[in-house]
């Protein structure tokens, strides 16, 4: 069976999707700083391993076929932190799944990663990690996926989205669970190929919707 490492398993999408995968009995290896974080999580599939992001974490990656990167620096950390966590650990990320021969990358990207220029705001610094993040990804020789969320909100999972950018800006939103069971159909369904698609909530089930 195959096994799934998780970068960011103690963040909110992350965990979400490592207890989707977990329940589907899938083999999850759990990447955490803190792993106090997954105490509530108990099961046979599950291992963890603690390292933080700005290190050498390699080693996580030894025998995982898929790898899902939802982690991310966050809106109250500074400049250094986006450098270090959204651009650096995820390029490292996707550099050490390439030599530790791991099958398909899933990469949590952002709306407005594809074309950083494109928005003047505060944001801009944040989409350009995550610009360049994501233009490593591809180059690298991994089968990838790169999912681009919409802001993401608090809802409860509709399992109902959308990967075409509604015109309005302020409907371009998607709930945290949603997100996660993207992740979740991704890793369980076969066949993803280099593929890059932006999800906000809609109104398709998710695997009409990503196919
Ligand atoms: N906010 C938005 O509207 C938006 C929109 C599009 C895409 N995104 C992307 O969505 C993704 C996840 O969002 P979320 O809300 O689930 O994030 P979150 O809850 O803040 O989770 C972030 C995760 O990254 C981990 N992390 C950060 N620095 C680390 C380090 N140095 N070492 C180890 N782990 C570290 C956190 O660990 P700790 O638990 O230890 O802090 C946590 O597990 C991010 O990639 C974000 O860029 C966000």
């Known amino acids: 069976m195959s096994k799934t490492l998780i970068i960011g398993a103690s963040g909110q999408i992350g965990k979400m999707a490592t207890e989707l995968l977990l329940k589907n009995e899938q083999n999850v ?6 792993k106090s974080k997954l ?4 099961s046979p599939f599950l291992s963890i391993v603690e390292q933080d992001l700005e290190g050498d974490f390699s080693n996580a990656v030894n025998g995982c076929d898929q790898v899902i990167f939802a982690a991310g620096s966050g809106g109250s950390t500074g400049t250094d932190k986006t450098v270090l966590i959204d651009l650096w650990a995820a390029t490292k990320a996707a550099t050490y799944s390439k030599e ?3 099958k398909h990358f899933i990469m949590v990207s952002s709306i407005g990663a594809d074309d950083p220029d494109a928005i003047e705001s505060d ?9 360049m993040a994501d ?3 591809i180059n690298s020789g991994l089968n990838y996926t790169i999912v681009r969320p919409g802001s993401l909100t608090n809802e409860n999972a ?4 959308s990967t075409e950018r509604p015109k309005d800006r302020d409907k371009a939103i998607i709930s945290r669970e949603n997100v996660a069971h993207v992740l979740f159909t991704i890793a ?6 280099r593929c890059i698609f932006e999800v906000f909530d809609g109104d398709k089930p998710i695997k009409a919707a990503i196919k």
């Open 158 to 161: 509709s399992k109902l989205i």
């Open 29 to 34: 290896v759990a990447l955490v700083r803190d």
């Open 188 to 193: 369980t369904e076969q066949g993803s190929n």
């Open 100 to 102: 530790h021969g791991v």
């Open 123 to 131: 944001l801009k610094p944040y989409l350009v990690a995550k610009h």
């Open 135 to 137: 233009r490593h990804l």
């Open 39 to 42: 105490s509530d999580l108990d």
